[in-house]
């Protein structure tokens, strides 16, 4: 659902791994309110059907959002347009799960590597480039505060982040800092499970989940939009689950 309402007319958005998924429906979201917008991905083919399917004033970068250089030089060559006034940074990895008896430690040092590193890396790199009340959303994961078997290495990589949230909204403000910790969402990051098995998994979860489904990209873009549009909200972390991680009580 958009609001549809222009409440971003003639502001300029950045969303990091914006050609799938979460990240493509903030950038969806953030056009249809008349922002203009510069998705990142890797994949150039990817990237290309994603800003078609975003429209309106909605451009696309290839860059590897785990090379420092690319992304200095991103906000450097965006700059010369003026200030980012917000900032969505939703680069997905999915290395680092897995029971602890069983979990190498290089591949959870994949994941920080993924996603960790670069969802600080980008925030640095655009820092003297942000409107100085803007805003950057990091997007995390329900895994930082649940207690699943299997993810304390995804707790690890999306807690760090989410750590880092109320200090980061102190020092850096009047600049906003925010994160939206998703759920499961039904996007392309679940393509690696096979069509059967994520089918099955969906309906599980579905059934235990309050609201009675997983989440779609564009519940997450809502919450997105909203931590950019408020002006009076910083330092949180704001949890998209359909209730699927509140406290049962067992
Ligand atoms: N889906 C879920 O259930 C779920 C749940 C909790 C949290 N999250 C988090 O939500 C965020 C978005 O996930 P999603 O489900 O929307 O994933 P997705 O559909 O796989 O989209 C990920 C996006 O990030 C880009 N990307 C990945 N690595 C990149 C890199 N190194 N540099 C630049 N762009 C990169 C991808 O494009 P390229 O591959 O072409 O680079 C794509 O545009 C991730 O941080 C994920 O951990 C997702």
Redesign the pocket.
């Known amino acids: 659902m958009s609001t549809a309402s222009n409440l971003f007319a003639g502001q300029r958005v950045v969303v990091?791994?914006?050609?799938?998924?979460?990240?493509?429906a903030a950038a969806t979201a953030f056009a249809a309110d008349g922002a203009e917008v510069v998705?990142?991905?890797?994949?150039r083919e990817?990237?290309d059907a994603?800003v078609a399917r975003i429209g309106g004033k909605t451009s696309g970068r290839q860059?590897?959002?785990?090379d420092p250089a690319a992304i200095a030089a991103f906000f450097t060559d965006f700059a010369e347009g003026g200030t980012v006034d917000h900032l969505v940074v939703?680069?997905?990895?999915s290395a680092g799960s897995g029971p602890i008896a069983q979990l190498d430690l290089a591949d959870l040092a994949t994941g920080f590597d993924?996603?960790f590193w670069?969802h600080v890396r980008v925030l640095k790199a655009a820092l003297p480039h942000l409107r100085e009340d803007g805003s950057v959303t990091l997007?995390?994961?329900?895994?930082a505060r649940a207690a699943f078997p299997g993810t304390s290495g995804l707790a690890a990589i999306?807690g760090a982040l989410e750590a880092m949230v109320p200090p980061l909204a102190v020092e850096l403000a009047p600049l906003r800092v925010n994160a939206v910790?998703?759920?499961?969402?039904?996007?392309?990051?679940?393509d690696r499970v096979p069509a059967d098995q994520r089918a099955a998994l969906f309906d599980g979860l579905a059934a235990t989940t309050p609201v009675g489904r997983?989440?779609r990209?564009e519940d997450?873009a809502q919450a997105i939009l909203l931590l950019a549009a408020n002006t009076f909200v910083t330092g949180v972390v704001f949890e998209c689950t359909g209730g699927a991680n509140l406290p049962t009580g067992r």
Not at 16 to 24: L, T, V, Y
Not at 63 to 66: C, I
């Open positions: 990091m791994g914006g050609s799938s998924g979460i990240g493509e998705v990142t991905g890797r994949d990817r990237l994603a860059l590897d959002a785990t939703a680069v997905s990895g993924a996603k670069p997007i995390t994961a329900a895994s999306n910790s998703p759920g499961v969402i039904d996007t392309p990051w679940w997983v989440g990209p997450v």
